[in-house]
């Protein structure tokens, strides 16, 4: 600005030094014209520079051709470095932004910031998902006015963010979140939602585990607990001693056969996946078979029907010990004088392993939660049949590892059918 100053002030003078000889020596009027002229000529040219000046202002564009005359050159040239080196802060910036907003949308939680009156600022697909909400249209306002469940309110209300809020949502059955509120940037909030449904499911899973498995090895250990202290207390005659060893023995026998469910279970859940190993079903369709008859005792008509084609892939004892459950259930539930058939069929598109039986049924409501840990639909037969409530699970479990299904048909009072379908990929020979 100075060189702009001294450089004008020059022409000026420079001006007034060749005006004032004219202005002297020939006329006065000549000389003021002349230096008149050389000051318009220097306004025109500075008001000239300054109206690109302006128009610039008005519309900074990057342009490498903004140029003026003179210092006026430097002037553009600077503005042009400036606004390039600013354009380049600010792309750097923008991609930064994109970036962060990229890795909170990629997030499996949900996110949502909020300023000090817990408005909306920002939030993620996955809470949009989890709360309902959709930036687009909520940004700026009251995240109580649209999660609108009194826990929620009451818990930002509190201010008491030492522990999570869990929450159950009222938009989407079963979903449970977990919400922690984290203050930053002064008064503002960052708002973590977990889906904790998994979780939260796992753990009701592991109380009713636990209480099942109590419950049932509390009866057993209580009949012998009785029948001990009967035995230590009161004389008996040989019969009944004979008939209390027995009660007790069958006890034993039950508790021994819930453990050795229980350990099958786990094994099969803490094993590495089954390998694929041929499994000879004409030998194993067999077994299952000669199996079935000595379970039945004469009790039952069990047949085999098979085409005789088709092994299978995978762990030959998990698939003896799912067949031979869906088996042993069929004899335990089949009243005498009824009839099992073994079925297995392998063509191109999978195979399919069945039981069909005679027996008692199941009603409709049951069969969903068949699969699930000590669920009886009627405890008392179940213990009286001998049953672990332990059997489907092993089958499912097993069967999930071979990536196969269990198929449940059944009406109460027309037997029922158990089929485990197997993929493709777990048949050979057909």
Not at 177 to 184: A, G, K, W
Not at 394 to 402: D, M, P, Q
Request: hydrophobic content about 45%; proline content about 3%; charged content about 25%.
């Amino acid at each position: 600005m100075r060189a702009q100053l001294v450089r004008a002030s020059a022409l000026i003078v420079g001006a007034a030094v060749v005006a004032w000889p004219l202005g002297y020596f020939a006329a006065a009027w000549a000389g003021w014209a002349l230096f008149s002229v050389g000051l318009v000529a220097q306004l025109l040219f500075q008001l000239r520079n300054f109206s690109r000046l302006e128009r610039w202002s008005r519309d900074p564009v990057l342009d490498a051709s903004l140029e003026g005359e003179g210092d006026w050159d430097n002037v553009f040239g600077r503005l042009y470095r400036h606004e390039k080196e600013m354009r380049g802060v600010i792309a750097r910036r923008d991609a930064e932004i994109r970036m962060l907003i990229s890795a909170a949308q990629a997030l499996t939680d949900g996110v949502v910031l909020l300023d000090r009156h817990d408005n909306i600022l920002f939030c993620n697909h996955t809470a949009e998902d989890q709360l309902g909400l959709r930036v687009a249209v909520d940004r700026g306002q009251a995240v109580v006015n649209l999660v609108r469940q009194p826990e929620f309110a009451a818990y930002l209300e509190g201010e008491d963010f030492s522990k999570p809020l869990t929450l159950r949502s009222e938009r989407i059955k079963d979903l449970v979140l977990s919400i922690y509120v984290v203050p930053y940037a002064e008064n503002n909030r960052l708002m973590q939602v977990k889906d904790v449904t998994q979780s939260e499911r796992l753990d009701r899973m592991r109380r009713d585990f636990v209480a099942n498995v109590s419950h049932e090895l509390r009866t057993p250990l209580t009949v012998l607990g009785g029948f001990i202290e009967t035995l230590q207390e009161i004389a008996l005659d040989r019969d009944e001693q004979a008939h209390y060893l027995q009660l007790m023995g069958e006890q034993s026998k039950r508790m021994l056969t819930i453990v050795q469910d229980l350990l099958t279970l786990s094994s099969i859940e803490a094993s590495p996946p089954p390998t694929y190993e041929t499994v000879d079903m004409v030998t194993l369709l067999d077994k299952l078979r000669r199996d079935a008859e000595a379970l039945s005792g004469g009790r039952h008509r069990v047949f085999l029907d098979s085409d005789g084609c088709g092994d299978l892939r995978g762990a030959e004892v998990e698939l003896a010990s799912a067949f031979g459950n869906l088996l042993s259930n069929a004899v335990r539930y089949t009243p005498s004088g009824g009839s099992i058939r073994i079925c297995w069929r392998a063509d191109a598109a999978g195979a399919e392993f069945a039981v069909e039986d005679s027996g008692i049924g199941i009603e409709p409501a049951h069969i969903p939660r068949l699969t699930e840990r000590f669920y009886r639909v009627d405890r008392g037969r179940s213990r009286d049949v001998g049953g672990t409530g332990l059997g489907l699970a092993i089958v499912k479990h097993a069967l999930s590892r071979h990536q196969a299904r269990l198929d449940i048909r059944s009406e109460p009072g027309q037997g029922s059918r158990f089929a485990a379908v197997f993929p493709p990929s777990r048949v050979i020979g057909v």
